[in-house]
Nanobody, 118 residues
């Protein structure tokens, strides 16, 4: 079973930037970031294939950048121009589909909190 561990996150003021990272125990073709705010469903943020091609949700497109390092089995998310509605627990996920549907991902990290204040 693939194991994933996130790091980064924290608290920032509106308009600021944060980075989150994820390391997984083995390669999978697709890696993604999801987030879940209190009382809301888990939402797909960005997915990236093995070739580096990304797909973003409409809510973060143009502000967030996803990247991966296949040699390190690592996934990164650079978050800029953060808004209060970006506040959530951010999860790294591993799967085999170019999709933002959480049903297509079979392994998940424990999550890391991102809080945007202001």
């Amino acid at each position: 079973q693939v194991h994933l561990v996130e790091s980064g996150g924290g608290s920032v003021e509106v308009g600021g930037s944060l980075n989150v990272s994820c390391v997984q125990s083995e390669y999978t073709s697709h890696m993604a970031w999801f987030r879940q705010a209190p009382g809301k469903e888990r939402e797909g943020v960005a997915v990236i294939g093995g070739g580096g091609n990304p797909l973003y949700s409409r809510s973060v497109r143009g502000r967030f950048t996803v990247a991966r390092d296949n040699f390190k089995n690592s996934l990164y998310l650079e978050m800029n121009r953060l808004k209060p509605e970006d506040t959530a627990v951010y999860y790294c996920a591993a799967g085999w589909a170019f999709s933002l549907n959480p049903d297509n991902f079979h392994a998940w990290g424990q999550g890391t909190q991102v809080t945007v204040q202001g």
